[in-house]
């Protein structure tokens, strides 16, 4: 599952650099966060997968409105700088390259640590001061790594 996943954000980021059309682009980066959100599910970082969800569809959308008004107001497209063809086929292939030996090389095979899991466990009533685990871990120690 998560080999196909890998193969989807590769993808992604390659159409990503091929987009010259700005507003497909952002389509393209939303795609991308997605997707990177549930490569952050798969990994047990639901909090993180879900701020990494909720910022990109705010931003998205901003960013989408903020273009088509200026795209309005200027009367046309944005203009980009014409690169050669087989320059930007080079990039493309290097960096997608460069992600998948990335995100091949640094996927977990072990079980994951669980010092911290049996740090909050331990101690979230003396620093928190609540009597539920969960909520003293999301709101004492987790809400600062998901909103900062």
Avoid at 60 to 82: C, D, L, M, N, Q
């Amino acid at each position: 599952m998560i080999h196909a996943l890998l193969f989807l954000w590769i993808a992604s980021a390659f159409f990503i650099i091929r987009e010259k059309e700005i507003v497909r682009l952002i389509i393209y980066l939303a795609v991308f966060s997605l997707i990177t959100s549930l490569c952050f599910l798969l990994f047990s970082a639901p909090d993180v997968a879900i701020a990494e969800a909720v910022i990109s569809t705010f931003s998205t959308i901003i960013f989408i409105v903020a273009f088509e008004k200026y795209r309005s107001r200027i009367g046309r497209s944005i203009i980009t700088k014409k690169t050669p063809r087989f320059i930007k086929h080079l990039i493309c292939v290097f960096f997608c390259a460069f992600l998948f030996v990335l995100f091949v090389r640094f996927i977990p095979d072990n079980d994951a640590n669980s010092y911290l899991k049996d740090q909050y466990i331990s101690m979230f009533s003396h620093d928190i001061g609540g009597e539920n685990a969960v909520t003293a871990i999301y709101l004492g120690y987790r809400v600062y790594d998901t909103l900062f």
